[in-house]
């Protein structure tokens, strides 16, 4: 066995940040990934420590040979299909978030001596939330309830997991989020997507080299056999219509959204899957919050420079643009319906059957 850390979409955006986490800590690293043109490309950037091992982890003969041949001391599993692409190819899903973590646990245990295993989790797994419905945060003690296929897949997944004979540690995530403009493209599926969300649904997000933090800590933290929930501090404990507007005011193009629909109190299948999350246990033990919402915002703000300037001129055409993604546009009604409106586009939403 040696001391490394395999982390599974290694090259992804939390992926990358846990390597970096990871190596500044000193600690050998194995990152795996599918091996893309994009995957070699950022391979040849990777810290010190850091090595790349490309597997398909749908392939149960890569995976044993992969465990086998690095043996691992710990094993951080991040690959996965999450919204909205993982409503466009529901049996791919599948394969990666549930098959996969499967066929990685069973390697696992079969070493001989096993590793401890970290899963990425989501707070996905408690399903639609109506923010009238429920006032306090989600707990650990929060019964699941998955009510979309990444909510699903992802509670199969941690099921798995934990009845493992593997010393195991189970992280949920709250919104994911990163100041560097590239880590998160804007695709016309990502502005349908986001424009179909009710206004004022309640989102936890995180910065994700605080989420990188997290999984750093887990690997030798006395957390094992615990659910955690990893969210930022309460400065990020935001409505769903906030967030977009105030990253785009960041980079000087405050205006460039246009005003999303709110969620109906008297429906509690028409929310998404997120909220807010008591994130007191895992600060408690993992100690990862480092980055603030408003840190962020200026952080993004810093970056664009003397560019927010001349980017305000151009608000108003991305305003247009990004109206005519809207997911309820020319669409009549008040409240949003985000399932129907993913239905529609992008594909079911709904659990297996």
């Known amino acids: 066995m040696s001391d490394a850390v395999l982390v599974t979409g290694g090259f992804g955006l939390v992926g990358s940040q846990t390597v970096r986490r990871l190596a500044e800590l000193g600690r050998p690293v194995v990152a795996t990934d599918l091996q893309t043109d994009a995957n070699r490309k950022a391979a040849t950037t990777l810290p ?16 044993e040979q992969l465990l086998t041949e690095v043996a691992p ?7 996965a299909v999450i919204p909205p692409p993982i409503y466009r190819n529901r049996a791919l899903a599948r394969k990666v978030n549930v098959d996969a973590t499967a066929t990685l646990v069973r390697a696992a245990e079969a070493l001989p001596t096993p590793p401890r295993f970290v899963q990425a989790s989501s707070n996905a797994v408690y399903g639609a939330r109506n923010p009238h419905r429920h006032n306090a945060p ?6 699941p309830h998955p009510t979309d296929l990444y ?20 992280l949920r995530l709250g ?15 990502a502005l349908f997507f986001e ?41 990020h404990k935001l409505r769903q219509g906030e ?30 899957i997120t909220d807010w999350m008591d994130t007191a246990r895992a600060q408690e033990a993992l100690q990862f919050q480092h980055h603030s919402w408003p840190d962020m915002l200026a952080e993004m703000s810093g970056q664009a420079g003397l560019l927010r300037y001349p980017m305000r001129l151009l608000a108003p055409l991305a305003r247009l643009y990004v109206a005519r993604q809207s997911a309820y546009r020319n669409a009549p009604g008040r409240y949003a319906d985000p399932w129907a409106a993913i239905r529609a586009r992008l594909g079911e939403p709904g659990l297996d059957r």
């Open 48 to 63: 010190d420590g850091v090595r790349a091992r490309w597997a398909d982890l749908t392939d149960p003969g890569q995976v």
């Open 73 to 79: 001391a710990v094993v951080i599993h991040l690959a």
């Open 138 to 143: 989600v707990t650990v003690d929060t019964p």
């Open 151 to 170: 909510g699903g897949h992802k509670l199969e997944a941690e099921e798995l997991v934990r009845a493992s004979s593997l010393e195991w540690v189970v």
């Open 175 to 189: 919104g994911v989020l990163s100041t560097d403009p590239k880590a998160m493209p804007f695709t016309t599926d």
């Open 195 to 235: 424009s179909a969300l009710p206004t004022d649904g309640r989102l936890h997000s995180v910065d994700v080299r605080d989420v990188a933090w997290a999984f750093a800590a887990a690997t030798t933290a006395d957390v094992v056999g615990e659910i955690l929930l990893i969210a930022g501090d309460d400065t």
């Open 243 to 272: 967030v977009g507007p105030a990253l785009a005011g960041a980079r000087g193009m405050a205006g460039a959204l246009p005003p999303g629909r709110p969620g109906d109190p008297d429906r509690d299948d028409a929310w998404f």
